[in-house]
């Protein structure tokens, strides 16, 4: 890992390999999405994903539906352009900032968070919700993973070691955990459970149901 974290310092293929060796079951989620996301296609609509990265989640769905659904759009969204996919023909990837007020998403059947709110100033993160609440269609879904905050301090302290535990299993050195958790104390803001799945009421959302969650990692899907 660079010495400091910055998605900056990231090509797109190492990004991918550092976020599979730092979320627990980062795998397992996505394979699940896949099977999940079929319940939502509807034929000519718009699919987001915002803070894309390296857009690898738009690039698979669009792989793995193309035959069924060849008339969806797939369209990604992420502030760091060094993270985007280059050369990709069929999926739309575009860099900019997602709590610009001027940025729209229209016609939309599906929307993607992962593990991209945490990021946002807390003062534009129920905005940008209220904005994928209204661009999505009756029934349209937003799927969101979150890192949260522990209900009890007990439950914050297992949770946090054990990540721990595992980055270090997978190759990360103490000194690239604790770098990256300091790095991290200016940019990245989680909520606990019940402040965000208040938040997605708030906008308007009749569904809210986990889908994942190991340790501090959760992920749900929201249906409007």
């Known amino acids: 890992m660079k010495n400091h974290f910055k ?7 190492l990004f991918i390999e550092h976020i599979q060796n730092s979320i627990p079951n980062y795998k397992g989620m996505r394979e699940m999405i896949p ?11 718009n699919i987001y994903d ?14 793995t ?26 999926v739309d990837f575009f860099q900019r900032d997602i709590t610009e007020d001027r940025l729209t998403m229209f016609n ?9 709110l945490q990021f946002l100033p807390l003062d534009k993160r129920a905005k940008v919700v209220q904005k994928i609440y209204d661009s999505l269609d009756k029934r349209g879904a937003f799927i969101v993973c979150e890192k949260i905050t522990a209900k009890h ?3 914050e302290d297992i949770f946090t070691f054990a990540n721990y ?20 104390r200016s940019i990245m803001f989680p909520l606990n459970q019940a402040e965000n799945e208040n938040m997605f009421h708030q ?11 190991s340790l501090n990692f959760i992920g749900w899907v929201l249906i409007k």
């Open 7 to 13: 998605f900056e310092n990231y090509e797109p293929d």
């Open 108 to 116: 939309t059947s599906l929307v993607f968070s992962l593990f991209t």
């Open 165 to 184: 535990d595992m980055k270090y299993a997978n190759g990360f050195t103490p000194h690239d955990i604790l770098q990256k958790q300091a790095d991290l």
């Open 153 to 155: 301090g007990i439950a």
């Open 35 to 45: 099977s999940i996301v079929s319940n939502f296609l509807v034929e000519n609509t």
């Open 65 to 90: 539906f193309r035959s069924v659904h060849d008339n969806l759009s797939y369209i990604g969204y992420d502030k760091a352009g060094n993270l985007l996919p280059k050369g990709n023909g069929v």
């Open 50 to 63: 915002i803070g894309c990265s390296a857009g690898d989640l738009l690039i698979e769905l669009e792989q």
């Open 203 to 213: 906008a308007g959302f009749r569904v809210i149901e986990v889908f994942f969650k």
